[in-house]
C-alpha cells in the first residue's frame, strides 16, 4: 500500500466552478499535511499546509482534514485557468523532515 | 531573497557513468533534501541534511550518496548509472519543519 494515494485524473472544471481535490494516507502516525501545486516543467510549490482536523481557508483555497478516515482535501473556489496543473499532496510524520508524496492529480479549468 | 538553485539544469550521461547534482539552499536554511521525481513513481525521497550530517535516509540503493558543506550547500552523487535512473532530481530547503521550498530541479537522461 502506498504512503499517500491520489486519483490521478485528469480532473477538468469550467472556469469558476469548484475544483475538488482528493488524497488518502496510510500512516496514522502522519502528522501534517501538505498541498503543492506543480505546473508543466516546474518545481512544486506550496500552496498550503494543514495539521488539525477539519477545514483551513487561505484565499481561494480550502484545505480539509479528517484524521479518523485518513483523508485530506484541497478545494479551489472560483477555478481560473491558470490553476491548470498538477496538485501534490504530501504528509509528514512526527519525527523526520521527510515528505511521502502522493503522484498528483492533473487538473484542468476549461476556460 | 534567492530561491533554491540547483545545477545543471539538464544532463546527459552514458550509463555506467556517474553524476554530481549541486544544490544552494536559500540562505540561512540549513536543512537540505533531495527527491527524485518519475512519472510513474511520483516525488521519493532520497535523503536530507541539516547542520553537514545525513539526518535521514529513503530506500535507495547505496549507488545514490549525498553530502553537505559548512556553508549548508548539498551536492548528490550517483554512481554506475542506470537506465532508470533518468529523472528529475529536487532539491529542497528548509528552515522550519512546515516546510519545503523547491529548486526548479536537475534533468537527468541516461542513455
Same mark, same amino acid.
Given at each position: ?31 501534517? @499535511? @501538505? ?13 498550503? @499546509? ?62 | 531573497?534567492?530561491?533554491?538553485? +540547483?545545477?545543471?539544469?539538464? $544532463? *546527459? ?7 554530481? $547534482?549541486?544544490?544552494?539552499? *536559500?540562505?540561512?536554511?540549513? !536543512? ?10 511520483? $516525488? +521519493? ?6 547542520? #553537514?550530517? +545525513?539526518? &535521514?535516509?529513503? &530506500? ?9 558543506? !559548512? &556553508?549548508?550547500?548539498? #551536492?548528490? &552523487?550517483?554512481?554506475?548509472? #542506470? ?11 528548509? $528552515? ?16
Amino acid at each position: 500500500q502506498k504512503e499517500v494515494e491520489q486519483n490521478s485524473g485528469p480532473l477538468s472544471v469550467p472556469e469558476g466552478a469548484i475544483a475538488s481535490l482528493n488524497c488518502t494516507y496510510s500512516d496514522r502516525g502522519s502528522q501534517s @499535511f @501538505f498541498w503543492y501545486r506543480q505546473y508543466s516543467g516546474k518545481s512544486p510549490e506550496l500552496i498550503m @499546509f494543514i495539521y488539525s482536523n477539519g477545514d483551513k481557508e487561505d484565499g481561494r483555497f480550502t484545505a480539509q482534514l479528517n484524521k479518523a478516515s485518513q483523508y485530506v482535501s484541497l478545494l479551489i473556489r472560483d477555478s481560473q485557468p491558470s490553476d491548470s496543473a498538477t496538485y501534490l499532496c504530501a504528509v509528514k510524520r512526527y519525527t523526520g523532515n521527510q515528505f511521502y508524496f502522493g503522484t498528483g492529480t492533473s487538473l484542468t479549468v476549461i476556460p | 531573497k534567492a530561491g533554491v538553485t +540547483q545545477t545543471p539544469r539538464y $544532463l *546527459i550521461k552514458t550509463r555506467g557513468q556517474q553524476v554530481t $547534482l549541486s544544490c544552494s539552499p *536559500i540562505s540561512g536554511h540549513r !536543512s537540505v533534501s533531495w527527491y527524485q521525481q518519475t512519472p510513474g513513481q511520483g $516525488l +521519493q525521497f532520497l535523503f536530507e541534511y541539516f547542520s #553537514e550530517t +545525513q539526518r &535521514n535516509k529513503g &530506500n535507495f540503493p547505496g549507488r545514490f550518496s549525498g553530502r553537505q558543506f !559548512s &556553508n549548508s550547500r548539498s #551536492e548528490m &552523487n550517483v554512481s554506475t548509472l #542506470e537506465l532508470g535512473d533518468s529523472a528529475l532530481y529536487l532539491c529542497a530547503s528548509s $528552515l522550519r519543519t512546515d516546510e519545503a521550498f523547491f529548486g526548479q530541479g536537475t534533468r537527468l537522461t541516461v542513455v
